[in-house]
């Protein structure tokens, strides 16, 4: 039984970004940040449930003016943050996705109280190998291309920082077009592909948790 002393002492989690941490088709308890939390718990790290700012569809800049609006957001103790999907989506330029993605980073950074030892990005997932692409009839190579540019520059990003980053993209793009990968859209992940994030991000987020404040 969980004291309230225990509670109060629990660390705090911030999710940021759009349908990949919202969890859209999923029920609540697969997302990702709630799976990561799960698992967190039971290697003997108290961490609340997540708190999640992310909606379908949100580009970097809609992002931004959900967290002006959300203001004060707070501090926390870990902060990650996926974003960027609906940039390449729409077709905007990866010099755009640099500058405000950067800008999300350092605000993320902030709100984990100046600790970018304790703020984690995860990749951006190839949709280009879904059936939903297929149906659409996207050219799968180029949407490949772009993503890949949006990750590498998310990296660059990332060490520039020192955050770390979580290349969940080989997982996704290996896996992503399993019907047991995906939600009913055809498009989303299901709760076993955000268990393969939730796997990559673990042992990387642990670390990162024990290590001395």
Same mark, same amino acid.
């Given at each position: *039984? ?25 029920? %609540?308890?697969?997302?990702?940040? #709630?799976? +990561?939390?799960?698992? +967190?718990? /039971? ?23 959900? *967290? ?31 500058? @405000?993605? @950067? ?21 951006? %997932? ?19 291309? @772009?993503? &890949? ?9 990332? /060490? ?6 979580? &290349?969940?993209? %080989? #997982? ?8 047991? *990968?995906?939600?009913? &859209? ?18 990387? #987020? ?8």
């Amino acid at each position: *039984m969980n004291t309230d002393a225990e509670h109060t002492a629990a660390l705090t989690f911030l999710a940021l970004g759009d349908s990949y941490t919202i969890g859209e088709g999923v029920a %609540p308890a697969q997302r990702w940040p #709630v799976q +990561l939390t799960r698992d +967190l718990r /039971a290697t003997g790290i108290a961490l609340d449930e997540p708190h999640i700012v992310a909606t379908t569809g949100w580009t970097t800049d809609e992002l931004a003016s959900a *967290m002006d609006a959300a203001e004060p957001l707070g501090q926390w103790d870990l902060v990650s943050l996926l974003i960027g999907v609906n940039n390449q989506y729409r077709g905007r330029s990866v010099d755009d996705y640099r500058a @405000e993605f @950067e800008a999300l980073l350092q605000r993320a950074i902030g709100l984990a109280r100046g600790r970018s030892d304790r703020v984690f990005v995860l990749a951006i %997932p190839d949709w280009g190998v879904t059936p939903f692409a297929a149906a659409q009839g996207r050219d799968a190579a180029r949407i490949a291309h @772009e993503l &890949d540019a949006y990750n590498a520059t998310a990296a660059d990003i990332c /060490a520039r920082h020192d955050v770390a980053f979580v &290349d969940t993209a %080989p #997982v996704s793009r290996r896996r992503g077009a399993e019907p047991a *990968m995906l939600a009913e &859209d055809g498009l989303h992940p299901s709760g076993a592909l955000y268990a393969e994030w939730k796997n990559a991000a673990l042992p990387i #987020v642990r670390q990162m948790l024990e290590q001395a404040e």
